[in-house]
């Protein structure tokens, strides 16, 4: 008697801990993950390394085959793989620009692994993810954009970062004249102009009317659309910006702040680590969020997401959908976000945000200060001709001011042909 | 016993005697014609049929027509990028008569000067990327030297790459560097074919200087000459791993050449329009053409008149 009611403890023991087994892994993994990853730069790699790595321990059936690709080829590269020789798991970006892959059909539908608790945990760039009212792809980071700047310089010149238009511009103003220019940017491959774009027309028009605008919805000669360049123009006509920026990328840009030429620089978060390396301490270095322009608008920010799909070739598409999973999971996001791996927002609400100035206060922007809605980045937004002839014109714009009915008459015109 | 065996022999080796001579050099030229018309040959004529297509290069192309030779029409990034092509043409030409300086200047007998030779043509051994690296940072409007040396004489700072006004200028200006190098070392070889006779009839008669160079040098480096128009023209007209190191077409596309649009077009991060493309590059094709066209008839003429 005894013995059977232990038996019966035993067996009911085994059930429930198979069933949790099987609730974590479903039916046991098996053959080979493949994986092309576009995670080339030091930090991602080894992210994408120790994931892959992981993941092959944990299934004893299953080998993970992981190729990392340089984040530039990769972005030629997908296009022949995709269709001849598809991996299981790619990667690439949210939004618009995975529009061409899934209207190939080239990117399998993964709604299901959405299904439940995953909506809710991904809740912040679920829309990012959607097209036709499914999902096809996973993220696995983010990054906020803010206005980045050397607190120390604010405080010679007695001046606070700005909450509105009039401060921002006054501030500059104040900035100006004791000989330092109010920003650094590097234009020289176009999608820095492009953040600026974003910004001042999500302040002057919000978040709605600057998605309709990148969906093709709106005339680009339209008044509002004028308006946002009236805005912007104002931070030119002041020489807010350093001079000859269309000779400099990025990077090159960056010694013009940490030289103390330039007092700030509207960036990704990833600005930061090489703002550090430059020598700046966090005492030095201040973000702040775009200030509002339009009070009637809703604040709205960008933050580009990174993500994962299964193309609709993959031969493993089980093993795939477990891994997008693990990608996603709380414990996972929250241990590849951390600064000395991606240093970027874990997209999971239940994971916990890395002890970093920088990492807290997006997250704070992103989660609560953002009411209007998330934008992915233009180029991502719009559809990728479009940001090209787009950001082009921002360029030129911001050189020859004067040449913005020019600018915005061959926008329009390669929205009718784009958009059609 | 032999008798039996000769007629055979004797047909089989005759068929081969007989066309041996016509049929060896086609036999040899077979790779090349064959590889030559895969990919050289046909791609011209995909090429000129998907531009009547739209096409993304994933989905199935749809024909259009002549759409894209009509958006091509009024598309100013194209007359910008023609008229930059034009003026590369131009420019490039330089390399010539500076390489032909050079080669003059070069063609001494002096201690030391393979030395000197094989500086001149250094430029011409280094990579185009390399060279457009380091022009990038010779115009660099923060700390390159070119801004640093204007400074010097009260001058400056001019933003090269970065002002619509002076790019080209600026990125042709870098190529010429190589170019010139490769002009010298065909007239260095042309002049190692100068017969000295014709230079001591010449100096008799009193010729010297320019009259010298105009009248009996140049005309027997018309060889050299030759070549270097063909490779110069050749070398401006698919003008791209400058563009593209150097400025990426920018400022907003005030440096791109036709070659670099097709490119940027077709097959860039914001490009995929393989129809579009394919139009530029039959554009590009048609002007290149008749460059080749002239080449190619004043060779035969050349061939003609032995």
Same mark, same amino acid.
């Given at each position: 008697m005894g013995s059977s009611f232990k038996a019966g403890v035993a067996l009911v023991a085994l059930v429930a801990?198979?069933?949790?087994?099987?609730?974590?892994?479903?039916?046991?993994?098996?053959?080979?993950?493949?994986?092309?990853?576009?995670?080339?730069?030091?930090?991602?790699?080894?992210?994408?390394?120790?994931?892959a790595r992981e993941f092959?321990?944990?299934?004893?059936?299953?080998?993970?085959?992981?190729?990392?690709?340089?984040?530039?080829?990769?972005?030629?590269?997908?296009?022949?793989?995709?269709s001849a020789n598809p991996p299981d798991v790619a990667n690439w970006y949210a939004g618009n620009r995975m529009a061409p892959y899934v209207d190939a059909g080239l990117f399998m539908d993964i709604s299901d692994v959405w299904e439940?608790?995953?909506?809710?945990?991904?809740?912040?760039?679920?829309?990012?993810?959607?097209?036709?009212?499914?999902?096809?792809?996973?993220?696995? &980071?983010?990054? #906020?954009? !803010?206005?980045?700047?050397?607190?120390? +310089?604010?405080? /010679?010149?007695?001046?606070?970062?700005?909450?509105?238009?009039?401060?921002?511009?006054?501030?500059?103003?104040t900035l100006l004249d004791a000989g330092v220019k109010c920003f650094t940017i590097g234009t020289k491959f176009l999608w820095t102009a492009a953040g600026w774009f974003d910004y001042i027309n999500m302040r002057t028009n919000g978040y709605d009317f600057h998605m309709a605008l990148t969906n093709g919805e709106v005339e680009w000669t339209d008044d509002r659309v004028r308006q946002t360049f009236a805005n912007w123009r104002e931070l030119i006509d002041m020489g807010a910006y350093i001079d000859d920026h269309t000779a400099y990328s990025w990077q090159e840009a960056l010694p013009f702040m940490l030289n103390g030429?330039?007092?700030?620089?509207?960036?990704?978060?990833?600005?930061?680590?090489?703002?550090?390396?430059?020598?700046? &301490?966090?005492? #030095?270095? !201040?973000?702040?969020?775009?200030?509002? +322009?339009?009070? /009637?608008?809703?604040?709205a920010e960008d933050a580009p997401t990174d993500t994962f799909h299964i193309p609709s070739g993959a031969t493993n598409p089980e093993a795939a959908k477990a891994f997008l999973r693990y990608?996603?999971?709380?414990?996972?996001?929250?241990?590849?976000?951390?600064?000395?791996?991606?240093?970027?927002?874990?997209?999971?609400?239940?994971?916990?945000?890395?002890?970093?100035?920088?990492?807290k206060a997006g997250f704070e922007t992103l989660s609560s200060n953002s009411p209007g809605g998330i934008a992915q980045f233009f180029d991502r937004d719009a559809p990728a001709e479009m940001a090209?002839?787009?950001?082009?014109?921002?360029?030129?714009?911001?050189?020859?001011?004067?040449?913005?009915?020019?600018?915005?008459?061959?926008?329009?015109?390669?929205?009718?042909?784009i958009y059609e | 016993m032999t008798t039996a065996t000769l007629p055979q022999s004797r047909v089989r080796r005759s068929w081969w005697h007989r066309n041996q001579i016509a049929v060896t050099p086609w036999l040899f030229l077979a790779p090349g014609i064959l590889f030559f018309a895969v990919y050289v040959i046909l791609p011209i004529f995909q090429s000129?049929?998907?531009?009547?297509?739209?096409?993304?290069?994933?989905?199935?192309?749809?024909?259009?027509?002549?759409?894209?030779?009509?958006?091509?029409?009024?598309?100013?990034?194209?007359?910008?990028?023609?008229?930059?092509?034009?003026?590369?043409?131009?420019?490039?030409?330089?390399?010539?008569?500076?390489?032909?300086?050079?080669?003059?200047?070069?063609?001494?007998?002096?201690?030391?000067?393979?030395?000197?030779?094989?500086?001149?043509?250094?430029?011409?051994?280094?990579?185009?990327?390399?060279?457009?690296?380091?022009?990038?940072?010779?115009?660099?409007?923060?700390?390159?030297?070119?801004?640093?040396?204007?400074?010097?004489?009260?001058?400056?700072?001019?933003?090269?790459?970065?002002?619509?006004?002076?790019?080209?200028?600026?990125?042709?200006?870098?190529?010429?560097?190589?170019?010139?190098?490769?002009?010298?070392?065909l007239y260095l070889t042309g002049l190692n074919a100068v017969n000295p006779e014709l230079i001591e009839a010449g100096r008799l008669d009193n010729a010297k200087g320019w009259r010298m160079l105009r009248h009996v040098v140049l005309p027997q480096l018309r060889p050299a000459t030759f070549i270097a128009f063909v490779v110069t023209i050749i070398g401006a007209l698919r003008s791209f791993d400058l563009i593209s190191i150097m400025t990426n077409g920018g400022p907003f596309g005030e440096s791109r050449v036709l070659s670099f649009y097709m490119f940027e077009v077709a097959l860039?991060?914001?490009?995929?329009?393989?129809?579009?493309?394919?139009?530029?590059?039959?554009v590009l094709f048609l002007i290149m053409l008749c460059f080749i066209a002239y080449f190619l008839w004043s060779m035969w003429r050349e061939e003609q008149g032995r």
């Open positions: 801990a198979s069933a949790a087994a099987a609730e974590q892994h479903e039916p046991a993994l098996s053959g080979t993950l493949r994986i092309f990853s576009d995670m080339s730069n030091p930090a991602p790699r080894a992210v994408i390394e120790g994931l092959d321990q944990m299934h004893d059936g299953l080998t993970v085959d992981l190729t990392v690709i340089d984040r530039e080829a990769y972005k030629t590269q997908i296009r022949n793989f995709l439940g608790d995953l909506s809710d945990q991904l809740a912040s760039t679920k829309a990012a993810m959607t097209m036709d009212g499914k999902q096809w792809g996973v993220p696995y &980071t983010y990054y #906020q954009w !803010g206005v980045y700047y050397r607190a120390d +310089i604010y405080e /010679e010149n007695g001046i606070e970062p700005a909450d509105d238009w009039d401060t921002f511009k006054s501030n500059c103003q030429d330039a007092a700030a620089y509207l960036m990704g978060n990833f600005a930061v680590a090489p703002m550090r390396e430059g020598g700046l &301490t966090d005492a #030095q270095l !201040g973000y702040n969020q775009f200030p509002a +322009i339009n009070p /009637e608008v809703e604040l990608v996603t999971s709380p414990e996972v996001q929250t241990r590849i976000n951390q600064p000395d791996a991606l240093g970027q927002l874990p997209v999971n609400s239940e994971s916990s945000v890395a002890d970093d100035k920088f990492l090209k002839v787009a950001m082009e014109g921002f360029q030129r714009f911001m050189v020859r001011p004067d040449d913005l009915d020019m600018v915005l008459d061959q926008l329009e015109k390669a929205r009718q042909r | 000129v049929g998907i531009s009547f297509t739209q096409w993304d290069g994933l989905g199935a192309p749809e024909p259009v027509g002549l759409a894209n030779y009509r958006e091509l029409w009024d598309d100013p990034a194209f007359y910008t990028s023609l008229r930059n092509n034009v003026i590369w043409l131009l420019l490039y030409l330089l390399a010539i008569p500076a390489g032909l300086f050079i080669a003059l200047f070069l063609n001494q007998t002096v201690t030391g000067i393979r030395i000197y030779k094989s500086l001149f043509f250094f430029p011409f051994v280094i990579s185009q990327v390399v060279v457009g690296l380091v022009f990038t940072w010779f115009y660099d409007p923060a700390f390159g030297l070119l801004n640093i040396m204007l400074g010097w004489i009260g001058l400056g700072p001019i933003n090269v790459l970065g002002d619509p006004a002076y790019v080209t200028y600026g990125i042709i200006l870098a190529g010429l560097w190589p170019q010139t190098a490769y002009c010298m070392i860039s991060e914001y490009g995929f329009r393989m129809g579009y493309g394919a139009a530029i590059a039959v």
